[in-house]
């Protein structure tokens, strides 16, 4: 076990509404990245989160939005979701200085009717 | 094209037997190489994490990376079926670096 927790586990959503998945990083880790990964495709990259501050984002619309807390906690918001938005959404965590040393929750799966 | 290119499988073979497992990438700027493991429903674990070329062994599993090919491979001796599970090549340009550009991963099997 990796130590970074994500909730929900399941999620069913409909066609335009939002979401918000969470993410708690593993002890001593203040960089969060999370990405989408579509059923038999490795994971995309989406954004990182670097003590509270956005750092770095991959090719996703604005509609995808995170935020980082305090104690390093995430969240990641999808507003207007879309049918191809349906998939696993991964959180990974890693120790500052190593932002590569990529350690993965068990993620979410959103499925959007 | 694809930064990162692995054959998606799937890939079945006896227990016991040599496993190979192979990515190659275009994005000459990378220089770290990993390789997760990922069962079904569940998040990728960290099994190997290389720098620049060379091999490294951990146990049963050997990573080897070759930057004048491109090519990374990652071998599994004495396979088991508990090894059964999707892998998935993964690489970035720095150790500061933001993302992981993954491939497709390969679904291995081992029978017993």
């Known amino acids: 076990e990796t130590g970074v927790t994500q909730s929900p586990t399941h999620l069913i959503k409909t066609r335009g509404q939002q979401v918000t998945l969470r993410c708690s990083s593993q002890?001593?880790?203040?960089?969060v990245s999370w990405y989408q990964q579509a059923l038999g495709q490795g994971p995309q990259f989406i954004f990182q989160?670097?003590?509270?501050?956005?750092?770095g984002r991959g090719n996703f619309p604005p509609r995808f939005s995170g935020l980082q807390f305090p104690n390093y906690s995430s969240e990641l918001n999808v507003n207007a979701l879309e049918l191809d938005d349906s998939a696993l959404y991964l959180c990974?965590?890693?120790?500052?200085?190593?932002?590569?040393?990529?350690?993965f929750g068990a993620g979410t799966r959103l499925s959007v009717l | 094209q694809k930064e990162v290119e692995q054959d998606p499988g799937p890939l079945s073979v006896p227990e016991g037997a040599i496993v190979s497992l192979n990515c190659t990438y275009s994005?000459?700027?990378?220089?770290?190489f990993m390789w997760y493991r990922q069962y079904s429903r569940k998040g990728p674990e960290l099994l190997m994490y290389?720098?620049?070329?060379g091999n490294k062994e951990d146990g049963r599993f050997t990573a080897q990376v070759d930057k004048s090919s491109k090519y990374i491979s990652l071998f599994i001796r004495d396979s088991q079926p508990s090894d059964s599970a999707t892998y998935l090549c993964?690489?970035?340009?720095?150790?500061?670096?933001?993302?992981?550009?993954f491939g497709q991963g390969t679904r291995l099997t081992i029978n017993p």
């Open positions: 994005n000459s700027a990378f220089q770290y």
């Open positions: 990974a965590s890693s120790p500052g200085i190593f932002k590569n040393i990529q350690y």
């Open positions: 989160y670097y003590r509270e501050e956005e750092n």
């Open positions: 993964a690489m970035s340009a720095r150790q500061g670096a933001q993302k992981l550009v």
């Open positions: 290389t720098y620049s070329s």
């Open positions: 002890s001593g880790h203040n960089t």
